[in-house]
């Protein structure tokens, strides 16, 4: 799959998909500082599924009404690189597919795929 990994995310995490054979873009390793806005159009634009802890895609997606290949919003206790590995190993364990074009709530308890937007 294709990912962009938003700055706020970290790079251990992009490090982990890229090393699983995904093609990622690091915003924190190519792009610092990259506004929320040219995130969201670069990832659209390169058909990557977003993932980011950054609450403001919500607003973007939903209000904006930015289009998206597919949103990842973390919303985690523990902010620990190595927990945010398991939680998208897992996420990609059971729903890899479904990512495209959703936006998608996950925590360590549960994963929440979003209403659509209009």
Known sequence: MRFLVDE???????AWLHSRGHDVFSVYDEARGMDDVD????????????ITADKDFGEKVYREKYPH??????RLE??????????IRRLLDNYGEDLQEKFVVVT?????????SA
């Open 8 to 14: 706020c995310t970290g790079p251990a995490l992009a």
């Open 108 to 116: 360590e308890n549960y994963v929440r795929f979003a209403r659509e």
């Open 69 to 74: 290949r597919g949103v990842v919003l973390m």
């Open 78 to 87: 523990n902010e620990m690189a190595y927990n945010k590995i398991e939680i």
């Open 39 to 50: 995130v969201i159009r670069q990832a659209f634009r390169e058909e990557r599924v977003l």
